[in-house]
C-alpha cells in the first residue's frame, strides 16, 4: 500500500475541495504573485491562512513540521545565507562574520515566501484530484497557439502522480539502506550516494513501468474532454481572495509609513 503523503489528495466536503478547479489554480496564481510582491506582516499573514485552511483538510501543523523536514532545513540554510551575506547595520558579529539586521529581515522574508507558495500547492494538491488539475491546465492552454494542451496536460498529471510515489519510494529505500546499516557510515557523501542512486534507480524503473502500461492500453491524448462542476460560490470566493490579496500588499506599506511616523515624532 503506498504512503498517504503531504501531497497526496484527500477527499472531503469542504468549500475547497467542491470549488471548481479553475477557480482554485487561478487563485494559487494570484496569491502567489501577491506573496512575492508584499513584506514581512503580509507574508506572515498569508501563512496564518494557509495553515487554517489546512488543518480544515486535517493536515496540521505538527504534521507539516514532521513531512516538511528537509524543505525547511533548505528555508534555513536560505535564511542563513541572506543574513551572513546581506551589507548593513551589523547585528551579530561571528568569528568577525557581521550578520547584519538587513540581512535578517530579508533572509526571513525571502524563506517565509518560498514557505508561503509551496503551502499554497499543497492546498491545491490536498484537496484537488490530479485528474482535474490535468483538465484544467487543459482548458487555460486551449487557446494558445502552437502549444498541445492535451500532451502538456498529460504531462502535468503524471508529474503530480508521481510526487506521492517518490516519497513512497524514499522511504523504502531509506529503510532499507538503514537495515543494511547504511546510516552507520561516517561519510556523509557516501550516506547521500546509498540513498539517491537506489531512488533514482527505482524512480526511473516505475516511469519504464508506467510508459509500458500505457502503450499496452493503447493510450491517447485524444480523450473525452473533462467536464467542469462548480459549487456556485467561485464568484465570492475569488472577490474574498482579491481583497485579502489587496490587504496582504498595503499592510507593508502601512508599517512603512508607521515607521516614517515614529521617526518623526522621536
Avoid at 194 to 200: D, S, T, V
Avoid at 231 to 239: A, D, L, P, Q, T
Wanted: proline share 5%; charged share 15%.
Amino acid at each position: 500500500m503506498g504512503l498517504v503523503t503531504l501531497f497526496s489528495y484527500r477527499s472531503g466536503s469542504t468549500v475547497w475541495h467542491t470549488l471548481d478547479v479553475r477557480c482554485k489554480c487561478l487563485l494559487v496564481c494570484l496569491l502567489s504573485l501577491a506573496v512575492l510582491r508584499t513584506g514581512l506582516p503580509g507574508t506572515i499573514m498569508c501563512l496564518g491562512v494557509l495553515t487554517a485552511i489546512l488543518k480544515t483538510v486535517e493536515i496540521g501543523p505538527l504534521r507539516l513540521l514532521m513531512q516538511l523536514k528537509a524543505f525547511l532545513l533548505f528555508l534555513i540554510v536560505i535564511f542563513l545565507c541572506r543574513w551572513a551575506g546581506t551589507p548593513g547595520r551589523p547585528m551579530v558579529t561571528v568569528y568577525e562574520l557581521e550578520l547584519t539586521h538587513q540581512g535578517f529581515v530579508s533572509g526571513s522574508l525571502v524563506s517565509l515566501r518560498f514557505l508561503a507558495v509551496m503551502l499554497l500547492g499543497l492546498v491545491l494538491t490536498a484537496t484537488t484530484r490530479s485528474m482535474e488539475i490535468k483538465a484544467s491546465i487543459q482548458w487555460f492552454l486551449r487557446p494558445v497557439p502552437f502549444i498541445p494542451e492535451k500532451r502538456v496536460a498529460v504531462m502535468a498529471g503524471l508529474a503530480l502522480k508521481f510526487m506521492p510515489l517518490l516519497f513512497d519510494n524514499a522511504r523504502e529505500v531509506s529503510y532499507a539502506v538503514n537495515a543494511r546499516c547504511g546510516n552507520l557510515r561516517k561519510n556523509p557523501v557516501q550516506r547521500l550516494i546509498n540513498l539517491a542512486w537506489p531512488l533514482l534507480k527505482k524512480t526511473f524503473q516505475s516511469a519504464d513501468d508506467l510508459s509500458l502500461a500505457m502503450q499496452a492500453r493503447c493510450y491517447s491524448e485524444n480523450r473525452t474532454d473533462p467536464h467542469f462542476s462548480p459549487n456556485g460560490k467561485e464568484s465570492w470566493i475569488f472577490v474574498m481572495t482579491l481583497i485579502f490579496s489587496a490587504v496582504i500588499l498595503l499592510m507593508d506599506h502601512w508599517a512603512l509609513w508607521a515607521h516614517v511616523q515614529n521617526q518623526i515624532l522621536n
